[in-house]
């Protein structure tokens, strides 16, 4: 089955790495083609067999491609989008892994010869780990995509993009550009932001609590350094384009941490109780939706006397 002969990744990192692992391993595709600007990044890309070719210009990488799929950060994405115009088939579907999308329909639209076969979308599953090495052919399993396509889109594109998302094992939704933004700075934009603000302030601690901090480490903590640890590139673009959503999801967080400051100052142990059982039901509603584990899965090889590890995280970007 090979719904696309030829397929360029503009970026080869986790989430196109993933992509192309996925897709050759069901035959899916004839050839990849990935295209990064650092020579390492290329020879890396194929020496862990994600592509087939690797080049450093995106004009020349999508030539004679059916599908072009953009994997760059959000800030680059108009950039890149008008660089490989000169080489890119006026009939090949375009589509993106960003996870903003109003802005990059914005800056990617007006550069393609057929704006309506853009197909925007968003895998929503990643780790903290980026370059072709953090790539796994798993990545995307039961986990869902979202494809933003506008009221131009050619509905056959869409369907054909849904089908390749389909082949990785990803569950398909869709949703405006506007309702996706909207939806993510909560659910994965400001989670990420209070991450870096906690982690960032106990960078700011002296030496001696600091070190306290690293040595009795809970798990509360390590999952904000994880989330932390996230690339800082993609994160920066990802605030500075779909500012209006995070800052108005921030105001709310802002006036709810005001009102939990206030109930801990007062001794106000009901609206602290009512608070967390509402949070508790939350995670239940998660959990059922298929988002996370009621329990982690502890591999095989992975128990210790010190209780179960972790499996590998699997958060939105």
Not at 163 to 170: K, N, R, S, V
């Amino acid at each position: 089955m090979t719904p696309f002969r030829r397929i360029a990744l503009i970026g080869i990192g986790l989430i196109n790495g993933s992509l192309a692992l996925a897709l050759r391993r069901r035959g899916a595709v004839e050839e990849i083609v990935a295209c990064a600007r650092r020579e390492e990044t290329r020879a890396r890309a194929l020496e862990l067999g994600l592509c087939h070719r690797a080049v450093a210009d995106p004009a020349h990488a999508v030539e004679g491609a059916e599908l072009v799929v953009l994997g760059v950060p959000p800030g680059s994405m108009g950039t890149v989008a008008k660089a490989m115009v000169p080489g890119l088939d006026p009939r090949a579907i375009v589509t993106d892994v960003g996870s903003v999308k109003a802005q990059i329909v914005h800056d990617v639209m007006p550069h393609l010869p057929t704006p309506s076969l853009f197909v925007p979308g968003h895998p929503v599953a990643g780790t903290e780990h980026s370059g072709p090495d953090a790539a796994f052919e798993t990545l995307f399993q039961g986990r869902r995509v979202i494809l933003t396509p506008i009221e131009d889109t050619d509905p056959e594109a869409v369907q054909r993009v849904r089908g390749m998302w389909e082949l990785t094992g990803a569950l398909v939704d869709t949703m405006t550009p506007e309702h996706h933004d909207r939806v993510l700075a909560i659910t994965s934009h400001l989670p990420h932001l209070i991450a870096y603000t906690i982690v960032g302030t106990v960078a700011d601690l002296e030496k001696q609590t600091q070190s306290e901090v690293f040595k009795y480490a809970a798990g509360g903590f390590t999952d904000f350094t994880r989330i932390a640890a996230s690339d800082p590139t993609m994160w920066r673009d990802v605030f500075l384009n779909n500012r209006e959503a995070v800052l108005e999801m921030l105001g709310r967080f802002t006036e709810d941490l005001v009102r939990l400051q206030r109930a801990i100052r007062w001794g106000d142990g009901d609206t602290l109780f009512e608070l967390f059982s509402r949070t508790r039901a939350i995670r239940r509603a998660v959990i059922r939706a298929g988002q996370a584990y009621d329990r982690l899965p502890v591999p095989p090889d992975a128990a210790t006397d010190n209780g179960p590890a972790s499996e590998a995280a699997k958060s939105a970007h």
